[in-house]
């Protein structure tokens, strides 16, 4: 009998080598950059709201060692408190609002989980985090199988291509079905599904998985019903019957490893890092079944950084040349400092704070004195950071969204920053005499890309139009407004739902022939753009003015400079 207890020794990985001290030469620095890169995973997970995206967060930082128990969070429905929500408003409903960066080191991987807001109307924040990630955890609801934000979500990460690992959750719940939940997969998602380990049970027999890595059956034990570290036994599955499962749950599994092994396709790793194919775990966040065995599969199988596309061609991570790109701009996020933070994913090179950069954008040279790692809303000062790395760059008053930074030859990173608005709302300073308050609030999450602030064009539009991809944003407006800038404000919503930016070049705008619904504007940049409250109205307006061109997000030719209006 093979059978053994423990709570982490059934791994036989070997985690890739220690980071060594301080090298002087470049070849030392080489090797030093290739190691550090080597043992870098970044991750986020997507899921539709309730799948158990928290709860399978903080299973994993209990796991990592990050918390000492889990029930601190759990249960926050009534106690409104999660590691990595920590706004207000994220306290008071429950939900994620913004998308953090948790950062921990485990088994000596340096793992750097982007955390996402879970509430669609928030999404744009999670497209954006999406292109920072190198892979992706897809966490379903066993039960639910595929819903609507997880096809919106995954279709993001297929058009990158990145490779995607699928937790499927709540097996302790009835009405799981495991080979439906890979048929759902593939069908609805497009996707090849190859379960990488089998549920042994399910609802309430469910007892734990077996690894088909390892050819492990593996007996969970339930006794801190999730909140500690959960025990468990492992025994090959010819030697389970009569140890650690009946002999009817071992037949039972061995018929359906059996089935399973004769039927599927087998795993191919080169297909997963194309995003073709998503290796499968079942398990059950709440009661930490499976969660441990799928974190360490997950070291092993998710890629670390790789080369990124850019406007010069493929970026190698090693390149001996620091470059990152801004992804996220976060203002006030820690209420006792006031400032605004930059998040720049380390992409190539090596991060050392104090160092001079290039904003590519703008040729602008750049010394970073103020660098921090991230954990939730906690920092501390970092000193240097390799790719796959999330540094918190702070006051960068110069950047915006999608900046790449870089040392010597500029060129900038690929990737999409802004996502077509789908709601529209007027907004009114609820007191004049908070107007610049007002004035100062809105540009500060117009740069953190919270929202677009659109105007007729007049120079100082009084009740500017709120443009966003979710409803919710416009809360997360007034919620900022009033209580980081002591600005109360009322918000209308407006008919429109769709936004096209216009390519006016050499065509003069008094020219255009509106639907008698939509309505020209600008935004910030003093881009013009329409707004449609109908599919309809934008075709009628390609009709009667063929020689526009009309785009869902900002591109680089609708810039113009601010307040040149035709
Ligand atoms: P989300 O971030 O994806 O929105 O989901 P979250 O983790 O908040 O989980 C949503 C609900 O599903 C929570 O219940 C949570 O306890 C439950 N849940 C998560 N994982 C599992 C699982 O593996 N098995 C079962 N049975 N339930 C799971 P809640 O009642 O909404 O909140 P709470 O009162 O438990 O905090």
Redesign the pocket.
């Known amino acids: 009998m093979s059978a053994l207890i423990s709570s982490r020794s059934h791994d036989p990985r070997q985690p890739p080598a220690q980071p060594c001290g301080n090298h002087s030469t470049g070849a030392a620095n080489g090797s030093l950059l290739k190691r550090e890169i080597r043992r870098r995973r970044t991750f986020a997970i997507i ?12 299973k994993l930082l209990l796991y990592a060692g990050c918390v000492d128990e889990a029930g601190m969070v ?6 409104r408190a999660v590691t990595s929500d920590w706004m207000a408003m994220e306290r008071e409903r ?1 939900i ?1 609002v913004t998308s953090t960066v948790l950062g921990f080191p485990y088994r000596g991987y340096e793992i750097n989980l982007l955390d996402t807001p ?1 509430h669609q109307d928030f999404s744009e924040d999670t497209y954006r985090t999406l292109t920072a990630a190198d892979c992706a955890v897809m ?1 379903l ?1 066993a039960v639910k199988g595929v819903e609507p934000q997880t096809i919106k979500l995954f279709k993001i990460c297929a058009a990158r291509k990145i490779p995607i690992l699928t937790f499927v ?5 009835p009405g799981g079905d495991p080979l439906r939940s890979l048929s759902e997969i593939e069908e609805v998602l497009g996707i090849d599904a190859v379960p990488l380990n089998w549920p042994i049970g399910g609802g309430a027999d469910f007892c734990g998985v077996y690894d088909r890595l390892t050819r492990q059956a593996l007996r969970f034990s339930s006794e801190s019903r999730g909140r500690l570290i959960v025990p468990f036994e492992s025994a090959e599955l010819d030697r389970a019957g009569g140890t650690i499962l009946t002999h009817e749950e071992a037949q039972r599994l061995r018929d359906e490893v059996g089935l399973l092994d004769g039927a599927g396709a087998p795993f191919d790793r080169e297909r997963f890092l194309r995003g073709e194919q998503t290796p499968v775990f079942f ?5 930490n079944f499976g969660v441990e065995p799928f974190l360490d599969a997950f070291l092993e199988l998710a890629p670390a950084p790789g080369p990124r596309a850019s406007d010069r061609g493929l970026v190698p991570p090693e390149h001996p040349r620091f470059a990152g790109v801004v992804f996220k701009i976060q203002a006030n996020l820690d209420p006792k400092h006031r400032d605004r933070i930059a998040f720049v994913r380390v992409c190539a090179g090596r991060f050392r704070r104090e160092m001079e950069v290039l904003l590519a954008r703008t040729g602008e040279k750049i010394r970073i004195m103020r660098s921090h790692r991230l954990f939730a809303r906690d920092r501390e000062t970092t000193d240097e950071a390799f790719p796959g790395d999330v540094i918190g760059v702070v006051n960068p008053r110069q950047f915006r969204l999608g900046d790449t930074l870089c040392e010597d030859e500029p060129f900038q990173y690929e990737g999409q920053w802004d996502f077509p608005p789908e709601c529209f709302a007027r907004i009114r300073c609820a007191d004049t005499a908070r107007r610049k308050q007002f004035d100062k609030g809105l540009s500060q999450l117009i740069e953190e890309g919270v929202v677009h602030v659109l105007t007729d064009g007049a120079t100082s539009s009084r009740e500017p139009v709120l443009a966003a991809v979710g409803e919710l944003q416009f809360d997360v407006v007034r919620f900022r407004l009033e209580s980081e800038y002591d600005t109360r404000t009322a918000v209308d919503r407006l008919p429109y739902s769709a936004a096209r930016w216009i390519d006016a070049e050499g065509e003069p705008l008094s020219r255009i022939t509106l639907p008698s619904s939509s309505r020209l504007m600008y935004d910030h940049l003093g881009a013009p753009l329409v707004l449609f409250t109908s599919e309809w109205e934008i075709t009628f307006f390609r009709e009667k003015n063929p020689n526009l061109q009309l785009s869902e997000v900002r591109g680089s030719h609708a810039l113009r400079p601010a307040g040149k209006r035709e």
């Open positions: 899921s539709h709201p309730d799948a158990g995206k928290t709860t399978l967060t903080e759990r249960g926050r429905k009534t106690q429950g994620s879970g966490v609801d959750n709540k097996m302790d719940r398990g059950s966040a709440l009661t």
